[in-house]
T-cell receptor
Framework: DAGITQSPRHKVTETGTPVTLRCHQT?????MYWYRQDPGHGLRLIHY???????DKGEVSDGYSVSRSKTEDFLLTLESATSSQTSVYFC????????????FGPGTRLLVL | AQKITQTQPGMFVQEKEAVTLDCTYD???????LFWYKQPSSGEMIFLIY??????QNATEGRYSLNFQKARKSANLVISASQLGDSAMYFC???????????????FGKGTKLSVKP
């Protein structure tokens, strides 16, 4: 199994508070991704990173920011959480864009009240 | 229009029988990749199988095979000899260079919930 951890695994927060989710990998993969999973939508890409300090937006990036200061860590921040951001968040990694496999972390369940 | 379509929200299969989960896709790029992931009730996403658009043969991984019909733009997952542990959500996904796929971004279908009956 790929070495990917996410923290926290569960979080409950209130509307308007900032939240940061962390993805940590031990595989030294260059590419990292944040997805959210909602009922009826499958997984949708929020942001991705193609190297340290290199990030770009995905399909549903509004309300989210990311940072990657080290190869192994990719942070997802909700600057001011809203109830619509209640979701399960998955981090994924891949060695290159053309790799056959994108490995996923265990997910973080976020509830915004 | 949806890039990945999974038309079966839920399916039942008898234990030890084979089952096919449907997936159709839409892309204008000749170079793309197709993936299947399994998500059990515990929530993790487990990679099952991959098919590249230029691969000449259908991909197989143990009891999983991908029925790739390029002209029909379908990439159905076939699970042979179903087991109770196969009960899960199954997601089809595509890496489309025309839609961020050059950076590895995956586009997912909405999933099919498979239930295996004893």
């Amino acid at each position: 199994d790929a070495g990917i951890t996410q923290s926290p695994r569960h979080k409950v927060t209130e509307t308007g508070t900032p939240v940061t989710l962390r993805c940590h990998q031990t595989e030294n993969h260059r590419y990292m991704y944040w997805y959210r999973q909602d009922p009826g939508h499958g997984l949708r890409l929020i942001h991705y990173s193609y190297g340290v300090k290199d990030t770009d937006k995905g399909e549903v990036s509004d309300g989210y920011s990311v940072s990657r200061s080290k190869t192994e860590d990719f942070l997802l921040t909700l600057e001011s959480a809203t109830s619509s951001q209640t979701s399960v968040y998955f981090c994924a990694i891949s060695e290159s864009p053309k790799t056959e496999t994108q490995y996923f972390g265990p997910g973080t369940r976020l509830l915004v009240l | 229009a949806q890039k990945i379509t999974q038309t079966q929200p839920g399916m039942f299969v008898q234990e030890k029988e084979a089952v096919t989960l449907d997936c159709t896709y839409d892309t204008s790029d000749p170079s793309y990749g197709l993936f299947w992931y399994k998500q059990p009730s515990s929530g993790e996403m487990i990679f099952l199988i991959y098919q590249g658009s230029y691969d000449q043969q259908n991909a197989t991984e143990g009891r999983y095979s991908l029925n790739f019909q390029k002209a029909r733009k379908s990439a159905n997952l076939v699970i042979s000899a179903s087991q109770l542990g196969d009960s899960a959500m199954y997601f089809c996904a595509m890496r489309d260079p025309a839609d961020g796929g050059s950076q590895g971004n995956l586009i997912f279908g909405k999933g099919t919930k498979l239930s295996v009956k004893p």
